[in-house]
């Protein structure tokens, strides 16, 4: 295979992927216009259109989708591969991928990594964070981030946070005219802050146990976000009861900023976990990172715990 078209290839996966002509130019570090050059030659060297381009989105063809089927998982194993002879260097070197939620990224990432990074400066970590359920293999992610019972089969976990419990919580003034929740079925008359989901597009319903019995309940609000920042500020702001961990409310509480309700509906689940594909073979860059992450506490869980979706 020539030079030039491996390196087309490579562009072509980079656009298939992303969709989008900017955002794969902006990737590969590239104009817009060198980019859409290179697939057009790369077409016209093959004979058959790859990508089926409109004004709004860039997909590909019958033909394409077939090269990307073919194709992707041989530049996947060469990258790999690729990385595994960098870690045979006297100093671990590498790019970790993550993707975590906003909040195990700010908890548990961050600290981890302050001590981590200057350890070994040729290691680089980046953190992609979103609420919902990614396919870190499809989007070509090292590990991913989630609560211990949102891991699906056929990943190696690894804890690396203590059990965690949701709190229900409101600022003082929302609760001057309003009684406070004795149920979960008294949210029915409060104005809830919701989270959208951003894998189904759904809303997020709450989730408590008490007694073994439990309850799953979709609130209604004025307001929609789509992260747990922004429930927090508005839910300090006093504009309605918002659902979030324990660790995410701590410092509102104590300071009596927030008020909690339903604690004893709140039961603790199995807390952040790293998971990746158990037939990835870890570079000495990830195992580092690994056992930086890992968790040497006690983990406390409880035997019915539920986990809520990611938060």
Known sequence: ?????????????????????????????????????????????????LLARTTRRVSATEAGERLLRAVGPRFAEVDAELEAVMALRDKPAG???????????????????????????????????DVGLT?????????????????????????????????????????TERKPPIT??????HDCINLRLPTHGGLYSWEFEKSGRELNVRVEGQLVFGTAGLILDAARAGLGLAYLTEEQVSGDLKSGRLVRVLGDWCAPFSGYHLYYPS??????????LVEALRYRGSANLSRNARRPREN
């Open 95 to 129: 790019t970790i991928r993550l993707t975590a939620s906003e909040n195990a990224a700010a908890s548990v990432l961050l600290p981890a990594l302050e001590g981590f990074l200057p350890k070994y400066p040729d290691i680089k970590v980046e953190i992609i964070t």
């Open 135 to 175: 396919d870190i293999v499809a989007e070509r992610f090292d590990a991913g981030v989630r609560f211990g019972e949102m891991v699906a089969s056929g990943m190696i976990s690894v804890r690396i946070a203590p059990d965690a419990r949701m709190a229900v919580v409101g600022a003082p003034s929302y609760f």
């Open 184 to 189: 979960p079925q008294d949210l029915t008359e």
């Open 279 to 288: 037939r990835r073979q870890p570079t000495q860059a990830f195992a580092l």
């Open 1 to 49: 295979m020539r030079k030039e078209t491996a390196a087309d290839l490579v562009a072509f996966l980079v656009v298939a992927r992303e969709q989008s002509f900017t955002r794969a130019a902006a990737q590969l570090g590239v104009s817009q216009s060198a980019l859409s050059q290179t697939m057009r030659g790369l077409e016209a060297r093959l004979g058959v259109r």
